[in-house]
């Protein structure tokens, strides 16, 4: 079992910079999980966001690709978020996501392992 927490969510001006971080309580990577974003705004279904696995290849939602990067770092079991440029619309809770698959996935239903999630506010 997975525990995850993330961290580093708050409010900002459109067109600033936020980074999210979310620590695995165990080792993900090195045991073939893919750790992934997503993020849920009021009134709307959760999304994927970004994905990556050991291997390093990463997914992204064409809303945020070009502004968005996932890395992970597999020795301390952690996975980040830079967000650039935001925008009002990327306003939601943002939550991390683990799950023992072989490819990076934005699929919701893949996952097994969820963080309580870190609000981020873009005005």
């Known amino acids: 079992h997975v525990q995850l927490v993330e961290s580093g969510g708050g409010s900002v001006q459109a067109g600033g910079s936020l980074r999210l971080s979310c620590a695995a309580s165990?080792?993900?990577?090195?045991?073939?999980?893919?750790m992934a974003w997503f993020r849920q705004a009021p009134g709307k279904e959760r999304e994927g966001v970004a994905a990556?696995?050991?291997?390093?290849?990463?997914d992204y939602a064409g809303s945020v690709a070009g502004r968005f990067t996932v890395s992970k770092d597999n020795a301390k079991n952690a996975l980040d978020l830079q967000m650039s440029n935001l925008r009002p619309e990327d306003t939601a809770m943002y939550y991390c996501?683990?799950?023992?698959?072989?490819?990076?996935?934005?699929?919701?239903?893949?996952?097994?392992?969820w963080g309580p999630g870190t609000q981020v506010t873009v005005s």
């Open positions: 990556i696995c050991g291997s390093g290849y990463t």
């Open positions: 996501a683990a799950a023992r698959i072989g490819f990076p996935s934005l699929a919701r239903y893949l996952y097994d392992y």
């Open positions: 165990d080792s993900t990577y090195d045991r073939g999980y893919c």
